[in-house]
């Protein structure tokens, strides 16, 4: 039932930002973790950011992107951000979202059983 769709990437030159977005369904954004991955041609998907599935959402960010990134979710809309700033060619990869598979799970704990299909971001001058 848990259905994720990624948008907003594209290319842009390295310096640049974009906004990515997860609009989910078959379930409550906010009682679920939701995680930002990426994977570069040639290597391992990657964790880039996360909100936990708690009252409070705290986030958690991969330090190759802290300070540039930022994660959000918009509860009425059904939707989670990653809005990506100071973009670095090393930031190129498709990006996925992903949904932890219980209610109330912090980051560190989830499971994320359920993906969207991905969204390619290209960084490059």
């Known amino acids: 039932q848990p259905q994720l769709v990624e948008s907003g990437g594209g290319s842009v030159q390295p310096g640049g930002s974009l906004r990515l977005s997860c609009v989910v369904s078959?379930?409550?954004?906010?009682?679920?973790?939701i995680g930002w991955f990426r994977q570069a041609p040639g290597k391992e998907r990657e964790g880039v950011s996360c909100?936990?599935?708690?009252?409070?959402?705290?986030?958690e960010y991969a330090d190759s992107v802290k300070g540039r990134f930022t994660i959000s979710r918009d509860n009425v809309q059904n939707t989670v951000y990653l809005q990506m700033n100071r973009l670095k060619p090393e930031d190129t990869g498709v990006y996925y979202c992903?949904?932890?598979?219980?209610?109330?799970?912090?980051?560190?704990?989830?499971?994320?059983?359920?993906w969207g299909q991905g969204t390619q971001v290209t960084v490059s001058a």
């Open positions: 992903a949904k932890g598979l219980l209610a109330g799970s912090k980051c560190a704990s989830a499971d994320f059983s359920s």
């Open positions: 078959g379930f409550r954004l906010d009682y679920y973790a």
């Open positions: 909100m936990d599935g708690t009252t409070d959402g705290s986030t």
